[in-house]
C-alpha cells in the first residue's frame, strides 16, 4: 500500500478546521506579541530633558556615576532620587530641594549657585524626573 493510500485510510481525530487553524491562530498570537513588545523602552526625552542630560553628563556624572575625582564617600546615584519620597539625607525628595541641595551644596558636594540658570536647573530636573534610562 502506498504512502498516500495509507494516509487516505488513517483519519486523524482532530477536526480539520483546527488543524489548519490552530498554526495560524499560534501565529497570529506570537506575531501579536513581538510586535506589543515594540517601543517598550522609556519614552523618548523632550528637548528640555536633553538639555538636562547633557547638563547632568557635564557637570554631575564624573561624580555621581563615573566618581573619577577618587572621592572616598560615593555620591548617591541620581537618577533615582525621584524614585523614593526621601533624599539619602531624608529630605523630601521634591524639586525645591533637590534645587536647594544643587545650588546650595552639601556635605562634599560643591555649590552650583552661580553656574546653572534657572532654565537649566529646571531642565536638570526634567531630566532627573525621568528616571533610570
Not at 498516500?4 to 506575531?31: D, E, F, Q
Not at 523618548?44 to 530633558?49: D, F, I, N, S, V
Not at 529646571?122 to 525621568?130: D, G, Q, R, V
Amino acid at each position: 500500500m502506498s504512502a498516500v493510500n495509507l494516509r487516505r485510510k488513517t483519519k486523524s481525530r482532530v477536526p480539520v478546521h483546527l488543524r489548519v487553524g490552530l498554526p495560524a491562530l499560534l501565529g497570529s498570537i506570537v506575531g501579536i506579541m513581538l510586535i506589543s513588545t515594540i517601543g517598550c523602552g522609556p519614552d523618548p526625552l523632550t528637548g528640555q530633558q536633553m538639555q538636562g542630560l547633557t547638563l547632568y553628563q557635564g557637570r554631575c556624572a564624573h561624580c555621581h556615576e563615573e566618581n573619577d575625582l577618587a572621592l572616598k564617600k560615593i555620591p548617591p546615584d541620581l537618577h533615582a532620587v525621584f524614585k523614593d519620597s526621601t533624599l539619602p539625607s531624608g529630605a523630601a525628595a521634591t524639586d525645591v530641594e533637590v534645587r536647594r541641595v544643587v545650588l546650595a551644596g552639601k556635605g562634599l558636594m560643591p555649590a552650583f549657585n552661580g553656574r546653572f540658570t534657572d532654565e537649566q536647573m529646571n531642565a536638570l530636573l526634567a531630566y532627573l524626573h525621568t528616571g533610570p534610562r
